[in-house]
């Protein structure tokens, strides 16, 4: 089953069950992906899919910083379950010593030493990782790994 089916077929149990905090949840993701591939006039993958969600994602964690500064406790859980729900259509994510480990092997595969090769190394990185790391991370380790 393609991740598009699994997210019509979770759209239609949400509504079955009158849950609408996934059921906008879906809706939202099933959105953002009908957008690029009208967008584009394309068909997406699954990969591609993954890099919509992921995206999806890093939105509520990042509006998540702005509800604590402003002490919204309801928008702080609800954005939490959605944060949630839209984990789970995404591969696991790798931890700081996997991430480490791929890091420094994209390093030597570039045959990066400076700051200056920080964007060849990124691009290699986020290639390799897709969807299982935050683009972040990756960027302050490799700025570790290069300084």
């Known amino acids: 089953m ?7 077929e979770d ?13 906008n949840t879906v809706t939202m993701i099933r959105a953002a992906i009908k957008q690029i591939e009208v967008d584009k006039r394309v068909e997406l993958e699954d990969n591609d899919i993954i890099d919509i969600i992921s995206k999806e994602a890093k939105k509520r964690k990042d509006a998540l910083a702005e509800f604590e500064k402003a002490g919204r406790q309801d928008l702080i859980d609800q954005t ?10 995404l591969p696991e994510e790798l931890s700081t010593e996997e991430l480490t480990s791929i890091i420094e092997e994209t390093i030597k595969e570039v045959g990066a ?3 200056k090769d920080m964007g060849k190394v990124m691009q290699a990185v986020k ?10 991370t990756i960027n302050e380790i490799v700025k570790a790994k290069l300084s």
């Open 2 to 8: 393609t991740l598009k089916e699994q997210l019509m």
């Open 11 to 23: 759209l239609k149990d949400a509504m079955k069950n009158k849950d609408e905090l996934k059921k």
């Open 80 to 89: 939490n379950a959605e944060l949630a729900l839209i984990k789970a259509y």
């Open 113 to 115: 030493e400076t700051m």
């Open 127 to 136: 290639a390799k990782t897709a969807g299982r790391a935050d683009g972040k």
